[in-house]
C-alpha cells in the first residue's frame, strides 16, 4: 500500500520535465492507481475508480472516487487526485493513469475530469486502463479537443464592453 497521503517519489532518476514515461513506469503508475481503486466509497453505484497522477517533478498523487447519500456530491477518482497534489503545491503534471473494474473496455475519464485535467494544460498524457494493466495511452488535448482553458480568459482578447455597463 501507498501512504497517498504523502507526495512520493516515483522513478526520479529516470524521468524529468517532459520525456517520455519508461514502460517500467507506466506500469507503475497504472498499480498504483489499482491500490488507489481499492479505497473507492462508491456504496451507490458500486464502480470502483483509481488514479495516480505524476507530477514535472516526478511526486505521485493517488485518488478514489468518493460518493454521497446527496448523489449529486459524488467526486471522481481523478479530480481527487488532482485536487490533492494541487493543495499540496504541484500543479504541473507528466500524467495520470486510471484504473477501473471494467475488464472489456480502458476506463474512459468523464467529461468533468477531461475538463479539470485540461486546466493544467492540454500536452500531458492520460493512462486508461484495464483491471490486468493493459493499457491505451491519450493526450489531454485528444481526450478534449478544441477546448476552453485558462488562456481563454485573457481579459486582452475580451471586446471591451465598459461602455455598455
Ligand atoms: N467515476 C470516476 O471516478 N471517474 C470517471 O472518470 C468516471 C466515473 C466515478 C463517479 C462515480 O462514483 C462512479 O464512477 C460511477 O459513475
Request: hydrophobic share 35%; aromatic share 10%.
Amino acid at each position: 500500500m501507498l501512504p497517498s497521503h504523502l507526495p512520493h517519489l516515483l522513478n526520479g532518476y529516470s524521468n524529468c520535465g517532459l520525456q517520455r514515461l519508461t514502460k517500467e513506469t507506466v506500469k507503475k503508475l497504472i498499480h498504483y492507481s489499482q491500490e488507489a481503486k481499492k479505497q473507492a466509497y462508491c456504496p451507490y453505484s458500486k464502480f470502483r475508480v483509481g488514479a495516480a497522477l505524476l507530477t514535472v517533478d516526478n511526486c505521485l498523487f493517488t485518488g478514489c472516487n468518493v460518493e454521497n447519500a446527496c448523489y449529486n456530491l459524488g467526486v471522481c477518482a481523478e479530480r481527487n487526485a488532482i485536487s490533492k497534489a494541487v493543495s499540496e503545491g504541484y500543479t504541473a503534471f507528466k500524467a495520470i493513469a486510471i484504473a477501473s473494474d471494467l475488464s472489456d473496455q480502458f476506463i474512459s475519464p468523464c467529461g468533468g475530469c477531461r475538463q479539470f485535467m485540461r486546466e493544467f494544460g492540454s500536452s500531458w498524457d492520460v493512462y486508461l486502463s484495464k483491471p490486468d494493466g493493459s493499457y491505451t495511452k491519450m493526450s489531454v488535448n485528444q481526450l478534449l479537443p478544441a477546448s476552453f482553458g485558462p488562456e481563454d480568459l485573457d481579459m486582452k482578447k475580451v471586446l471591451d464592453i465598459s461602455n455598455e455597463y
